[in-house]
């Protein structure tokens, strides 16, 4: 038997982002002795990397904004395929999340009568968006980190060890989830980046909070931690994932130079003034306004320019619609010829305000640009194009307290858990889910955990995690030892040309057979070296996450025959109503994935009630119609 | 190919950059830059000004040349100075004092620019080596900063600084002195006029761009928003503040030119040019 | 699109030594100098230890010094150097090398659990919070900040003096303590903490000789020292030093010193 440190803990945190502390935060303050997880040094999580602001109807700008209207925006952003009820949590408590960040420090952008200011984004009907300038997730991510540290603080005056009921191990990689005899969580199997050693924590609860799945895409946004493996580690748990098929591309993402490319461009870009153009110098976004929303938006230029001004009696510009309409006009733009020199479109705040406003307003962007791009966007339009930014699809958990399905003691938040944002997240709901859910989430895990659940780790098992985690440093008897770093450069291509923006039947049955050729190839990934840092062992560790993700988002996609949100099939190009009722779950199957069909729970009628029957009408099948008009 | 250094630890004096643990390099910088030019600059400048000054504060002489007085004397403390019609004598010192009447009254401006957040700088780098540029490690074994006696009196700048603000006054008043002519006639100007104009607009603003008149005028707030005029005041000082630096070096190089002036029309040299 | 040959010597080893070794890899346009380490890590050196994260500058993890100066591996733009010219790549020299480029940050982290938190003002709740923005700007220039840790690394006072490690603090953290004294509602007085006094006697702002190396590696152009660190000690000066106060307090310290 391998031997491997043990530490015994109340609840473990995987990942040190947004929902990942905020849910170690909850959890400590319910008194569970929690410990934190993480790839990177804390504080350096991709929360950090979100500009846009936190969604919460707060109404400090416009007075009429409630938690009803969010709701009623993000489920239209979602196209009715959200959790429901998670989508109304979400709105109700998002308010409380954010005021709660300014007791522990937060300073957020300030209106002129003193509270915290709110900006307008894509999809949102009055400005909601609590922001710092373009730096929001920065001030998230380091607020809760502080704040975290000033609990350890308290700990450290009460009993001396700052790291007695919160501690957060950094540069460590959580490769299984381990489950006792009863299949109940007993705890996790990690390493340490830094000197290859092997670590078990035993808990009863685990919150998975590691972020999204962005690494499997070649052109994206997401940082090399984005390699799903809270999903991979749910599915190899036993727990399903819904919702895989949707992955949002973000509109606007640097198309140059190449090493930058997918870097993100703020979509306050276009909510603080930023316009689209094609080469041939037109706000082509007029042309790519939807039937369901045409009714929200301006429909000549002069309209869309008066409403930054006075948006009560004016329609938002069509360069505010949800980010899955503008990422496939982009998308058609450059198809058609009409792009710029790099394969993007133009994105001009230029001519649209003073050189002053644009640094003072958008000073990451304008630093961004200068520093990687050598642009001066005070001077000249930006390069922008579509960009893998967000899965919308994750592990499948309950409303209300965030454990996933079939797994007891196996938490998810953030955007590793699937349902919130149905088929497409509006901006700015992000950071908005990390802390409502990540709350939730550790609340429930602490509670969970105190009430004296749980098993012991069983030996076998860390036996064969360690087995796994050694073995590309084994022979790869007689096959020919694979590199993983080129092994991820075609999965990264295989999921970017297959399975991306536009999808197609036939490519997506080709994706699936690469992938099915690759994870055979990655059986005999050898690297070099030892275990002390070394980044080419890590790939080769994460690539079993993103192969097994790769799949899930490729099977779903196969199958969903229809375009809605962040799933656009070439060969079923509509929305079809019959679809809103059906999710698709992911299984694991053997060594592959599986797909499985389950019907939603029906909208309770008091929230359908919150919209007209003419827009349930595009978006509820018949039957669905007929049952909330029963009810 | 690989160039290869000791490991680490076998020397035990090591220190810095050197110390056991860090990555064994050798070098004690890996710059490529010519990092020595700005601190050997600000070296040779300082000590040119600091030998022009000492000689002309020690000279005794050739300061006055009517209307103009040089800055380095004024105002003139000691009933050794040279009468000055309508100019800065105030004989405080009285008669005991033998020695130049520059020495009682450069201690003001010496002690504000020795105390200044950029001089500080500037000679810690240049003279001190302390760092001598960044990351280049510098010489010392050890090294305590500001936290004692003696350097721990650079937190009185700020003394120094309300010290400074009556003598830019009388250098203001010198300055309005220049209105004159030889004669002591009220409305002319010559050319050393438009120079002493330079020199006291750069002196007031090196003297409030100063770091301790930002902190009094409006830095020490916790809330700008219930004190609107201090708050504008911070923010003008702040401007002014950004060019510290350059304010520091344009109004030495000032001041010393306007003595320069004087000590070349008291020895007659040349005649100021008249403008009216 | 253009590309050739630059050389590299980049730092190899670990805390039990390593040395410079000199690398020819292909250069593209645009690129930056972590995107060249991460073509040497994927066709030459696969075990090449280097921490990153965004690759956008945004989460100051991949920290080093190239040619001798502290930077951020993904914001050093290829262009700026000649292509002929040898580029160094070593790990940041002011901390303790794990591995290659990769260092042992954690004095960092200890140094931040020594400031203490922010003190919510008492009696006002969540969602009551009323601050002007002029009043809040100060602080958020300090928020900005990502935490690369350059200003530590090269400031002098640990650089070069490991033995100051313990009593200084070091730019960061001495500027997240002007960011709280700055904050308008932290109520740290009311609760009996001076942050003033304590950035002096325990976080050893006196040990800062104002030579602004921070702010000249600060990726995020942060004004540390005109604007965190001058103004702190100055605030010190209000409390410490104004003259009278000062010499009874320093007559005082005196005899206490003597005493034991």
Redo the contacts between chains.
């Keep these: 038997m391998t031997h491997v440190e043990r530490e015994q803990w109340d609840v473990i945190v995987v990942g040190a982002g947004g929902a990942g502390l905020r849910a170690a935060i909850e959890a400590r303050r319910a008194g569970a002795r929690t410990a934190v997880v993480c790839k990177?040094?804390?504080?350096?999580?991709?929360t950090?990397?979100a500009e846009g602001g936190i969604a919460a109807s707060?109404a400090n700008v416009h007075p009429q904004d409630d938690w009803k209207t969010h709701f009623r925006d993000t489920m239209r952003g979602g196209k009715f395929l959200n959790q429901w009820r998670m989508a109304e949590l979400h709105a109700q408590e998002a308010?409380?999340r954010v005021?709660?960040l300014?007791?522990?420090?937060a300073?957020?952008?300030?209106t002129?009568?003193?509270?915290i200011?709110q900006r307008n984004f894509g999809g949102h009907e009055y400005p909601r968006l609590a922001h710092?300038?373009d730096?929001t997730g920065?001030?998230l991510l380091?607020t809760l980190q502080?704040?975290s540290?000033?609990l350890?603080?308290e700990d450290?005056r009460e009993t001396g060890d700052?790291e007695a009921r919160l501690k957060v191990f950094q540069e460590f990689t959580v490769t299984r989830i381990l489950k006792d005899g009863d299949g109940r969580v007993s705890g996790v199997f990690c390493y340490e980046r830094?000197s290859g050693r092997f670590l078990v924590l035993e808990a009863p609860s685990v919150v998975l909070a590691t972020g999204g799945i962005g690494k499997s895409f070649k052109v994206t946004s997401n940082?090399?931690?984005y390699t799903g493996d809270g999903h991979a580690l749910a599915l190899l748990a036993g727990a399903p994932l819904v919702h895989m098929e949707f992955v949002q591309f973000h509109p606007t993402g640097m198309v140059?130079?190449?090493?930058?490319k997918g870097?993100?461009v703020t979509e306050s870009v276009r909510g603080d003034g930023g316009v689209l153009r094609n080469s041939e110098g037109r706000r082509f976004m007029f042309d790519y306004v939807p039937d369901v929303f045409k009714e929200k938006y301006a429909e000549t230029e002069e309209e869309g320019d008066r409403w930054y001004e006075d948006p009560d009696h004016n329609r938002r510009p069509p360069e505010l619609l949800p980010r899955d309409e503008v990422a496939r006009a982009i998308n058609s733009e450059v198809k058609a010829g009409r792009g710029s020199p790099h394969g993007g479109v133009f994105l001009d705040v230029s001519t649209r305000m003073p050189a002053e406003t644009i640094k003072r307003r958008l000073p990451?962007m304008y630093?961004?640009f200068k520093?990687?791009?050598?642009v001066d966007i005070t001077a000249e339009a930006m390069e922008v194009g579509p960009t893998c930014h967000y899965v919308m699809g994750g592990v499948a958990v309950d409303s209300e307290t965030a454990a996933t399905v079939g797994v007891p003691g196996l938490f998810a938040a953030g955007e590793v858990a699937g349902g919130m944002h149905g088929s497409n997240r509006l901006g700015g709901n992000s950071l908005s889910d990390l802390l409502v859910f990540g709350r939730r989430a550790g609340l429930h895990a602490a509670q969970y955990a105190l009430s004296g659940a749980g098993g012991g780790v069983v030996a076998a098992q860390v036996d064969a995690a360690a087995a796994e985690a050694l073995a590309p440093f084994g022979s790869p008897d007689g096959h020919a030892p694979e590199?993983?770093?080129t092994l991820h450069q075609e999965l990264q291509q295989t999921m970017n040309d297959l399975v991306g923006i536009i999808r197609r039947e036939g490519e997506m049955a080709e994706a699936l057979e690469r992938i099915a050729a690759l994870r055979a190839r990655a059986r005999h990934v050898s690297?070099?070296?030892?275990r002390?840092?070394?980044?080419?062992?890590h790939l080769a560790l994460d690539l079993r996450n993103m192969l097994l993700v790769g799949e899930c988002v490729a099977r779903a996609a196969l199958e969903r025959t229809e375009s809605r949100g962040g799933h656009t099939r070439e060969d079923y190009p509509a929305m079809d109503r019959s679809w809103r009722p059906v999710n698709l779950r992911c299984h694991l199957d053997g060594d592959g994935i599986a797909l499985e069909r389950t019907r939603t729970e029906p909208v309770r009628p008091d929230l359908l009630a919150l919209f007209e029957r003419e827009e349930l009408a595009k978006y509820l099948a018949e039957d669905e119609l007929e049952g909330g008009r029963g009810a | 190919m690989a160039t290869g250094t000791e490991p680490p630890g076998t020397d035990r004096t090591a220190t810095g950059v050197r110390s056991p643990g860090r990555a064994a390099i050798a070098a004690r910088h890996l710059r490529t830059d010519r990092w020595w030019l700005s601190p050997a600059a600000t070296a040779a400048g300082l000590l040119a000004f600091v030998a022009y000054s000492t000689w002309r504060a020690f000279a005794n002489a050739d300061y006055y040349a009517a209307p103009y007085v040089s800055p380095f004397y004024s105002p003139c403390l000691a009933e050794n100075c040279v009468p000055m019609r309508g100019g800065p004598n105030w004989e405080i010192f009285g008669s005991w004092w033998g020695l130049s009447p520059a020495l009682l009254i450069l201690v003001f401006p010496l002690g504000f620019r020795l105390t200044c957040y950029y001089y500080r700088k500037a000679y810690y780098r240049g003279f001190w080596a302390a760092p001598p540029a960044c990351a280049v490690a510098e010489p010392h074994r050890t090294y305590t900063g500001e936290t004692r006696f003696p350097l721990l009196l650079q937190n009185l700048h700020r003394y120094f600084f309300y010290a400074a603000l009556p003598v830019a006054g009388i250098l203001t008043y010198d300055t309005a002195l220049t209105f004159r002519n030889a004669d002591y006639a009220w409305g002319h100007a010559g050319f050393g006029t438009l120079l002493f104009l330079v020199n006291i607009t750069l002196i007031w603003a090196y003297t409030l761009s100063c770091h301790s008149c930002r902190h009094i005028v409006g830095g020490r707030l916790k809330h700008f928003s219930k004190h609107p005029v201090r708050y504008r005041l911070w923010t003008w000082v702040g401007r002014l503040n950004a060019r510290h630096m350059l304010l520091a070096w344009a109004s030495l190089i000032s001041v010393a030119l306007c003595d320069l002036y004087v000590y070349l029309l008291a020895t007659g040299t040349f005649d100021d040019p008249r403008f009216f | 699109m253009s590309t050739y040959d630059a050389r590299f010597r980049v730092w190899r080893g670990d805390a039990g030594g390593g040395e410079l070794t000199d690398y020819t890899v292909e250069v593209h346009d645009g690129e930056v100098v972590l995107d060249v380490l991460h073509r040497l890590q994927a066709t030459q050196t696969p075990d090449l230890a280097v921490r990153w994260n965004c690759k956008a500058g945004k989460c100051g993890s991949c920290s080093a010094e190239i040619n001798g100066r502290p930077r951020l591996l993904c914001m050093t733009r290829m262009s700026v150097f000649a292509r002929d010219e040898v580029i160094t790549v070593t790990p940041m020299r002011a901390f303790p090398v794990v591995r290659d480029l990769v260092t042992d940050a954690s004095f960092n982290y200890a140094k931040a659990r020594e400031i203490p938190a922010f003190v919510p003002p008492a009696g006002v709740g969540p969602g009551e919070y009323r601050m002007r923005q002029e009043d809040v700007e100060r602080s958020q220039e300090f928020r900005k900040c990502i935490e690369c840790f350059l200003c530590q690394d090269t400031c002098h006072v640990v650089r070069d003096h490991e033995e100051n490690k313990e009593a200084f603090a070091g730019p960061r953290f001495l500027m997240r303590v002007a960011e709280l004294d700055m904050h308008p509602l932290d109520a740290a007085e009311e609760a009996g903490l001076d942050r003033r006094r304590t950035a002096q006697e325990e976080h050893g702002l006196g040990y800062c000789n104002i030579t602004k190396c921070c702010t000249e590696v600060c990726p995020e152009s942060i004004h540390i020292t005109d604007n965190a660190l001058i103004p702190l000690k100055e605030r010190v000066v209000d409390r410490k030093y104004d003259p009278l106060v000062w010499l009874g307090n320093t007559i005082g310290r005196r005899r206490n010193r003597r005493a034991p």
């Design positions: 990177s040094l804390f504080g350096k999580a991709h950090v990397m707060m308010p409380e005021w709660e300014e007791t522990w420090g300073l957020f952008d300030r002129p009568d003193g509270r200011s710092v300038g730096r920065l001030e380091r502080q704040r540290v000033g350890q603080q450290h700052h830094e940082s090399w931690e140059w130079p190449p090493s930058v870097i993100l990451s630093h961004q520093e990687l791009a050598d590199n993983p770093y690297v070099e070296g030892h002390q840092f070394n980044p080419g062992w």
